[in-house]
């Protein structure tokens, strides 16, 4: 049975869940509005492989359930145009989330988000982010949560090139998931399709790849 959480995340975040077998065009609010990073995500989607929710803006719902019927192998790419943003960019990739990450030891510090020294994209964070610093201060790695909702809580990471292949990545990833269950709701990992490091990361921090997909158009 799915967990309570992830349910009622997939709902809230998407518009509509479960859905019965087959692409199922939804219509949401919260694709007109902005979202965590004070930017739109005019279209996402979440598919099993057995039933799929495509959430989009309510005036877009007709044209995208046209293009679903007439071309569904052109979907994706015409995505963008027909929720009327065509020069922005699809992602495409797993859906992941974990219950039970892994038993990693902590390596992070949680520290506001406009300390000195942090990269651009995590100063995206309107909360505390997960970071990892050099003796000297300088900054390795970190984590930040993106809440789309009470119940459910994506996570991002990055390491600088010089830092990579020390385990940082992963251990942050679990303990920013242990954070996220201790508040009571569910972490989800998104990565692209070709993006194999992410993928590593994902899997060692105990975020297996059940086989689901999410998609949809994102600003570049």
């Known amino acids: 049975m799915l967990d309570r959480r992830l349910q009622l995340h997939l709902a809230t ?3 509509q869940w479960p859905a019965p ?3 199922h065009v939804v219509a949401s609010h919260r694709r007109a509005k902005p979202a965590w990073d004070g930017r739109l995500r005019p279209a996402l989607a979440v598919d099993t492989g057995q039933s799929a929710v495509l959430s989009v803006p309510p005036d877009r719902v007709a044209a995208v359930r046209a293009l679903a019927r ?4 052109r979907l994706l790419p015409a995505l963008p145009e027909t929720v009327g943003l065509p020069d922005w960019c699809v992602h495409d990739g797993p859906f992941r989330w974990s219950l039970a990450p892994a038993p990693l030891p902590d390596v992070g510090e949680w520290t506001e988000s406009t300390a000195p020294g942090l990269p651009p994209w995590l ?4 909360r505390p982010v997960l970071v990892v610093r050099d003796p000297d201060g300088n900054y390795l790695a970190g984590a930040g949560i993106k ?5 459910g ?7 600088v090139p010089e830092a990579r292949g020390r385990g940082l990545a992963r251990r942050l990833v679990a ?5 996220v269950l ?9 990565h692209e399709r070709d993006n194999h490091a992410s993928a590593r990361v994902a899997g060692a921090a105990g975020f297996p790849d059940r086989g689901w997909r999410a998609y949809g158009v994102y600003p570049r």
């Open 182 to 190: 201790d508040e009571g709701a569910v972490p989800t990992y998104l």
């Open 175 to 179: 303990q920013a998931a242990r954070r």
């Open 13 to 15: 975040w998407l518009g």
């Open 70 to 73: 007439r071309a569904p192998d």
């Open 123 to 126: 100063r995206l964070f309107d």
């Open 21 to 23: 077998p087959g692409l």
């Open 147 to 151: 809440r789309h909702d009470a119940y």
């Open 153 to 159: 809580r994506e996570l991002a990471v990055g390491t």
